[in-house]
């Protein structure tokens, strides 16, 4: 019964601790305290469910006694200094004695107080004053209501250095003051791209993992694409978020594809289209038709993401890989390359331009990334070579490309693939 009740508990937990951890923290203004008053009553629930049972309505259980945690927060603090004071106005004189401020009063109209108060959260948590890899743990912490332990075994890192990584990023966010909020006018765009950064790294690493004895962990992209929708559904105006939710979907409607039974990574046009999810590729082709809609009517060119979601469409539509639109791909990457110019960019771009108009145009093209830093330990380049010599009938050097790439690449599957390449060229 307890187990039972234990597994009803961390399933509620996933599901609104962002939630709860964003509304305490508008309260006392510190992401830190707020994520311990949750967890204050989170460690409630478990002690009390398992012999009353889960309450009807057990997300706001939770929420109740984590805004009682910390209105007695705010009480005590009342007697050592001005604490109260300079929150006093959200304070009011109804039982959960919390109204909006004056941000929220001017969103009301267009918002709902937990959607601003998760949007602020989301906001917080990718503050360009944290590194990557602060950012990416602590939203995992935050957004997705993982333990450390799971964030730490995701990443391939030990429990103590993801915590004491969590914990530096929110002293860093504590000392930096770094307000709970949603940033206006031109800082919004900014750390609007911080936010899109981390969510489609997470995903990334889910879609294709760095290191590790298996080439995708589902969970990473999971939790990557809820934050996604989680984000359109509150940023509805701005077409990057839905060009990354677009993406996002796209991609992921052919995760179940993209190995075989024993975990073997399968290229993309050796792939069963039929194991494609045909649910997700209509959901991304509408955040991609609403990303475009959006782009049209503020008069604005597509943003990476949402080239990079067209990109994707084109995939989605062929009913075959021979089918494939490459041409339009082609022309895809070249406004993806003026956009946002990139080494990894160009690297696509030379496969495309390889499909569409023959290996030797994308071998011109990537001869040229050959001296490029960026690229130098970039397994998928010498892999990209390998692939168009092969198709050039230049099978020696191709081998060699294909062998370098394996003795580049960090995760066991991806060498084994690599590997296998290079094997089949042997004469």
């Keep these: 019964?307890?187990?039972?009740?234990?597994?009803?508990?961390?399933?509620?937990?996933?599901?609104?601790?962002?939630?709860?951890?964003?509304?305490?923290?508008?309260?006392?203004?510190?992401?830190?305290?707020?994520?311990?008053?949750?967890?204050?009553?989170?460690?409630?629930?478990?002690?009390?469910?398992?012999?009353?049972?889960?309450p009807d309505n057990p997300g706001a259980w939770l929420m109740r006694?984590?805004?009682n945690r910390a209105l007695d927060h705010l009480r005590h603090q009342k007697m050592r200094g001005e604490k109260l004071a300079q929150i006093g106005h959200e304070l009011g004189a109804q039982d959960a004695l919390v109204v909006p401020d004056f941000v929220d009063a001017l969103d009301e109209a267009r918002q709902d107080e937990i959607g601003d108060d998760l949007l602020r959260l989301i906001f917080t948590a990718c503050h360009p004053v944290l590194s990557t890899e602060a950012r990416l743990a602590l939203t995992l912490k935050l957004l997705g209501g993982l333990s450390t332990h799971e964030i730490a075994r995701a990443f391939l890192v030990p429990e103590p250095t993801m915590a004491q990584r969590i914990v530096r990023a929110k002293r860093t966010l504590a000392e930096a003051r770094v307000p709970f909020e949603v940033p206006r006018g031109d800082e919004l765009g900014a750390r609007l791209a911080s936010v899109l950064e981390v969510v489609y790294l997470l995903f990334n690493e889910g879609y294709t993992a760095t290191a590790g004895d298996h080439w995708m962990r589902p969970a990473l992209s999971d939790e990557a694409l809820r934050l996604g929708r989680m984000l359109a559904g509150l940023a509805t105006g701005e077409s990057e978020v839905q060009g990354l939710l677009a993406l996002m979907e796209l991609q992921a409607s052919r995760m179940a594809a993209r190995v075989d039974a024993a975990g073997r990574p399968i290229l993309l046009a050796d792939q069963n289209r039929a194991h494609w999810d045909p649910l997700l590729i209509r959901r991304g082709l509408a955040a991609l038709d609403m990303a475009m809609a959006l782009a049209e009517s503020s008069a604005r060119a597509l943003g990476p993401y949402a080239l990079q979601a067209a990109i994707a469409a084109c995939h989605a539509r062929a009913p075959?890989?021979?089918?494939?639109?490459?041409?339009?791909?082609?022309?895809?990457?070249?406004?993806?390359?003026?956009?946002?110019?990139?080494?990894?960019?160009?690297?696509?771009?030379?496969v495309a331009v390889s499909m569409a108009f023959g290996?030797?145009?994308g071998l011109a093209i990537i001869d040229l990334l050959r001296g490029d830093k960026a690229l130098q330990n970039y397994q998928w380049l010498p892999s990209v070579r390998g692939?168009?010599?092969?198709?050039?009938?230049?099978n020696d050097e191709a081998r060699h490309e294909f062998e370098r790439a394996a003795a580049l690449a960090g995760n066991l599957r991806e060498r084994e693939l690599l590997l296998g390449r290079a094997q089949g060229l042997l004469p």
């Design 387 to 394: 692939d168009l010599l092969a198709r050039l009938g230049r």
């Design 359 to 361: 290996p030797a145009a």
């Design 1 to 54: 019964m307890h187990s039972t009740t234990h597994e009803s508990i961390a399933a509620v937990w996933r599901i609104e601790s962002a939630k709860i951890v964003a509304s305490v923290a508008r309260m006392v203004r510190d992401i830190g305290l707020a994520e311990e008053l949750a967890q204050d009553a989170l460690v409630s629930a478990l002690e009390s469910w398992p012999g009353k049972g889960v």
């Design 65 to 67: 006694v984590a805004k």
């Design 320 to 350: 075959t890989s021979g089918e494939t639109d490459w041409v339009r791909i082609a022309a895809l990457y070249d406004a993806l390359a003026q956009t946002a110019p990139s080494p990894v960019v160009e690297l696509n771009r030379a």
